[in-house]
């Protein structure tokens, strides 16, 4: 009797065991990993938005509309009062400003925001001083998070480009300023909601992303710069030129770098007669808007 009891037991141990490793397996293997689809967006309340401001304005721009987080949250203000029908930007995104030039530890935990934007830049995307490769680094972790979207303008659409392995550097066609026509692919006409195949944006760059990274869609280009907008769904939109830049915040760029000698009396003049053209700023916005809950 002893012995039967024994081995019953035993059996009953046996079973237990293979109880507990099923709920265990049952517990992983319902944990998610990175070759799920990425988590999409709350579909109402607003979307937590971190501008990572790799420069300051300028100093009329600076005083008349503060830092590019504000020069951003215009941007957005602006998109959203001209939406059909239009819509309140405080139920659309909350806006957070980071300096991350001056302080490194100036960057939001991931796990705090649904987005970050990375803005414009006078500095080099293809540097490596120490604040440039955290953003990388950043950029990177993001993402890896599967979830956190990122909006890249100019030097943040370079950083993006560098993030994923592509090659940036300087544009053997030289600069691009102001007003700008750029062609948009057919997949870019519909993510930006355009009726025409051109778009028209402010430019101030002479770095580019020499090619579209793997898994990009390419949105467009010009004669100037092949990769001016890529995207990739639920991942990430970037822009080569400036849809927050207007005549004023263009014009006043266009002085200072001509009157320090960057620009030359052509470049200069060259600018200036497009700085007043009309552009698709607020349009662009808009597709940002959309990118971010789709």
């Not at 059996?11 to 507990?20: D, G, K, N, R």
């Not at 480009?161 to 300087?170: E, P, Q, S, T």
């Not at 552009?279 to 808007?289: E, Q, S």
Request: aromatic fraction near 8%; charge should be negative.
């Amino acid at each position: 009797m002893p012995r039967r009891f024994s081995f019953f037991t035993r059996l009953a141990l046996l079973a237990l065991c293979f109880i507990a490793l099923g709920l265990a397996y049952s517990n992983f293997s319902s944990s998610p990993s990175p070759s799920h689809p990425r988590a999409a967006m709350p579909a109402s309340g607003p979307l937590r938005l971190a501008v990572l401001e790799a420069d300051t304005p300028q100093p009329q721009t600076r005083e008349r509309i503060g830092n590019y987080k504000a020069v951003f949250t215009q941007l957005f203000q602006s998109a959203c009062d001209t939406a059909t029908p239009p819509k309140k930007l405080a139920d659309e995104l909350t806006i957070s400003g980071h300096d991350i030039v001056d302080d490194l530890n100036s960057y939001p935990s991931l796990d705090d925001v649904d987005a970050i934007l990375i803005s414009g830049s006078r500095h080099n995307s293809f540097d490596n001083d120490p604040w440039i490769l955290k953003l990388v680094e950043y950029t990177q972790a993001a993402l890896a998070t599967n979830r956190v979207r990122i909006i890249g303008i100019c030097f943040g659409h370079q950083i993006l480009g560098r993030a994923l392995g592509c090659k940036v550097g300087r544009n053997t066609e030289g600069w691009e300023v102001a007003v700008t026509d750029v062609d948009l692919t057919p997949e870019g006409k519909k993510v930006f909601g355009l009726e025409k195949m051109l778009q028209r944006i402010h430019q101030m760059h002479t770095d580019i992303v020499s090619d579209f990274p793997s898994d990009a869609v390419a949105l467009g280009s010009n004669g100037i710069c092949s990769v001016q907008a890529m995207y990739s769904p639920g991942k990430y939109i970037t822009v080569q030129g400036h849809p927050e830049y207007t005549k004023d915040i263009m014009t006043e760029i266009l002085f200072k770098r001509h009157s320090v000698g960057v620009f030359t009396d052509e470049l200069y003049n060259d600018g200036m007669s497009r700085v007043a053209n009309e552009h698709d700023g607020f349009v662009i916005a808009r597709g940002f808007l959309k990118f971010l809950r789709d």
